[in-house]
């Protein structure tokens, strides 16, 4: 009885030992072959291997150095789970018998911001390039050519991306989360639709039902239109429109007219943010924003738009006569100085938007004169804290809003 007990127990360590020791070297094999398709776009370091008996591949520490991108995309933990260590052994020794259900989670992504994210030569391709104007341009300057960039995120205080994603495939349906800290979230289902691998390449089998996309902006939207407006010199109420104006014109220039709820609904969008859940079809023209022939009987189909969780109607584009759009020669020069990302130094901002700058330094100017330094604790309606270093410890001082007429914050920002 011994004996067949112990041959049981190293028959056990016997095949878990394989079972490792397989996944690793099909893992490997899998992430060689990923990273020779991806050669010629980036760098795929896997980082280190590990696996559960349970159906699950696990990467610890991988990254992605995109050959467009100065900045890595970097990857704490990347979690494969079938669910069963047979559905595993299969799906890494044959990725194209990928099993009905399966989950990967993604923690820990990150990616620094530098003030120019975007290589030189992919910069002057885009500024050479040819084409139909772009249909979303956020501007951040007089000139309404210079659109919203890396360096612009970093003088909004957003010095990084960070967040989880999620995927989930079951057998009639695909979901898909990413969620990030403090710019917001993007959720996906799409009913029917599958992932698949085939030939090395990853491809999305179209469901019959339309995705739907949630987007939540987690008040972004807000300090975007804010701080754009400020370094354009004009209103959030004009820049917003300048933006609605941009996909006009790039409407125009395909041979669209949007609706006025459409043209509504993105300037709302923009000053606002919030909760946007919308209907596409991605094999369809206009991702399956329907085009009307002629908007004068008033009939029609209409765009499947959830606004803040309330249905918006009459959202569809009208077939027009195509505008060509005449580009300036000469840009417009700026006339609000722009920041130098590199330089540290005392930087205004807006006392409604000081929670941002939570345990940060800051300068408070008192209706009294008085000036108080130190570090952000927290800010409530009525009145801000901020902690001073006193005799090796900190102490506190709560301050009403009402009496304060300047707020500063050391970052970096525009040279003084």
């Given at each position: 009885?011994?004996?067949?007990?112990?041959?049981?127990?190293?028959?056990?360590?016997i095949?878990?030992?394989?079972?490792?020791?397989?996944?690793w070297?099909?893992a490997d094999?899998r992430?060689?072959?990923?990273?020779?398709a991806?050669?010629?776009?980036?760098v795929?370091?896997?980082?280190?291997?590990?696996?559960?008996?349970?159906?699950?591949?696990?990467?610890?520490?991988?990254?992605?150095?995109?050959f467009e991108?100065?900045q890595?995309l970097?990857?704490?933990?990347a979690?494969?789970?079938?669910?069963s260590?047979?559905?595993?052994?299969?799906?890494?020794?044959d990725?194209?018998s990928l099993?009905?259900?399966?989950?990967l989670?993604?923690?820990g992504l990150?990616?620094?911001?530098?003030?120019?994210?975007?290589?030189?030569w992919?910069?002057?391709e885009?500024?050479?390039?040819?084409?139909?104007?772009a249909?979303?341009v956020?501007?951040?300057?007089?000139d309404?050519?210079?659109q919203?960039?890396?360096?612009?995120?970093?003088?909004?205080?957003?010095?990084?991306l960070?967040?989880?994603?999620?995927?989930r495939q079951?057998q009639?349906n695909l979901?898909?989360e990413?969620?990030?800290?403090?710019?917001?979230?993007l959720?996906l289902d799409?009913?029917?639709a599958?992932?698949?691998?085939?030939?090395?390449?990853?491809?999305?089998?179209d469901?019959?039902e339309p995705?739907?996309?949630?987007l939540?902006?987690?008040?972004?939207?807000?300090?975007?239109?804010?701080?754009?407006a400020?370094?354009?010199?004009?209103?959030?109420g004009?820049?917003?429109?300048?933006?609605?104006?941009?996909?006009?014109?790039g409407l125009?220039?395909?041979?669209?007219?949007?609706?006025?709820?459409?043209?509504a609904?993105?300037?709302?969008w923009?000053l606002e943010?919030?909760?946007?859940t919308?209907?596409?079809q991605?094999?369809q023209?206009?991702?399956?924003?329907?085009?009307?022939?002629?908007?004068?009987?008033?009939?029609?189909?209409?765009?499947q738009?959830?606004?803040?969780g309330?249905g918006v109607?009459?959202?569809f584009?009208?077939e027009?006569?195509?505008v060509?759009?005449?580009?300036p020669?000469?840009?417009v020069?700026p006339?609000?100085?722009?920041?130098?990302?590199?330089?540290e130094?005392?930087?205004?901002?807006?006392?409604?938007?000081?929670?941002?700058?939570?345990?940060?330094?800051?300068?408070?100017?008192?209706?009294?004169?008085?000036?108080?330094?130190?570090r952000?604790?927290?800010?409530s309606?009525?009145?801000?804290?901020?902690?001073?270093v006193v005799?090796g410890?900190?102490?506190?001082?709560?301050m009403l809003?009402?009496?304060?007429?300047?707020?500063?914050?050391?970052?970096?920002?525009?040279a003084?």
């Open positions: 009885m011994k004996r067949l007990l112990a041959t049981l127990v190293v028959l056990v360590l095949g878990f030992a394989a079972f490792k020791a397989g996944v070297w099909l094999q992430m060689a072959e990923a990273r020779q991806l050669e010629s776009y980036g795929l370091h896997r980082g280190s291997i590990s696996s559960g008996i349970e159906g699950r591949l696990v990467l610890n520490n991988a990254s992605w150095q995109d991108l100065t890595p970097d990857m704490a933990r979690e494969f789970d079938t669910g260590p047979v559905d595993l052994l299969s799906a890494l020794a990725p194209t099993p009905a259900q399966w989950t989670r993604l923690d990150g990616l620094t911001l530098d003030p120019t994210m975007l290589r030189n992919v910069t002057a885009g500024v050479n390039s040819e084409g139909d104007p249909l979303f956020l501007s951040c300057a007089p309404p050519r210079q919203l960039g890396s360096g612009d995120l970093i003088r909004m205080g957003i010095t990084a960070a967040g989880d994603g999620f995927v079951t009639g979901h898909a990413l969620n990030t800290i403090s710019t917001g979230s959720e799409w009913t029917d599958r992932i698949r691998v085939q030939d090395s390449e990853l491809s999305v089998l469901g019959d995705m739907r996309l949630t939540r902006d987690g008040g972004l939207m807000r300090r975007i239109a804010a701080y754009c400020r370094e354009a010199g004009i209103e959030t004009e820049w917003a429109g300048r933006a609605v104006a941009a996909l006009v014109a125009e220039a395909r041979g669209l007219a949007a609706s006025d709820q459409l043209k609904l993105y300037r709302q923009l943010g919030g909760e946007l919308v209907n596409l991605p094999d023209s206009m991702f399956g924003v329907p085009v009307r022939v002629d908007d004068n009987g008033g009939q029609g189909p209409s765009w738009v959830r606004y803040n309330a109607p009459d959202v584009l009208t027009a006569e195509p060509v759009q005449e580009t020669e000469v840009a020069e006339v609000v100085p722009r920041e130098d990302p590199e330089t130094s005392w930087y205004p901002a807006e006392l409604e938007s000081a929670e941002q700058w939570i345990d940060r330094q800051v300068r408070v100017t008192l209706s009294n004169d008085n000036v108080v330094e130190g952000l604790v927290s800010v309606e009525r009145e801000l804290e901020v902690a001073r005799a410890g900190e102490v506190a001082y709560p809003t009402r009496a304060i007429v300047n707020f500063e914050v050391w970052r970096r920002g525009r003084q």
